[in-house]
């Protein structure tokens, strides 16, 4: 049974900086792309960062380019999403996903992506 597990949300001033983890067990988790998206009520999941299985590649939303910063332990089976300089606007639960394609790039569609974590809530004060 796949299971991703996020964690380190909370709450957190403007300006401020967090680190979201997602454990992920039941799969071979270096077969994976691995991608972090977020959803807000009544809004769409939007596509945030993403890395390929390989590690060689990383793609990110425009709005946190210079922001945030993904990466991967494939030791520990786990993906990071490095969050800095935050928005209010960045106040949102926050997925992670696991993409069976092994390619160079990363989806940034949620239909492409096989397995979700339950999410983890990112709430930004000013």
């Known amino acids: 049974q796949v299971q991703l597990v996020e964690s380190g949300g909370g709450l957190v001033q403007v300006g401020g900086s967090l680190r979201l983890s997602c454990a992920a067990s039941?799969?071979?988790?270096?077969?994976?792309?691995m991608g972090w998206f977020r959803q807000t009520p009544g809004k769409e999941r939007e596509f945030v960062a993403g890395?390929?299985?390989?590690?060689?590649?990383?793609y990110y939303a425009d709005f946190v380019k210079g922001r945030f910063t993904i990466s991967r332990d494939n030791a520990k089976n786990t993906v990071y999403l490095q969050m800095n300089s935050l928005k209010s606007e960045d106040t949102a639960v926050y997925y992670c996903?696991?993409?069976?394609?092994?390619?160079?790039?990363?989806?940034?569609?949620?239909?492409?992506?096989?397995?979700w974590g339950q999410g983890t809530q990112v709430t930004v004060s000013s």
């Open positions: 039941g799969l071979t988790f270096s077969n994976y792309g």
């Open positions: 890395i390929n299985w390989s590690e060689h590649s990383t």
């Open positions: 996903a696991a993409d069976s394609w092994r390619g160079t790039s990363v989806s940034s569609r949620p239909a492409r992506y096989d397995y």
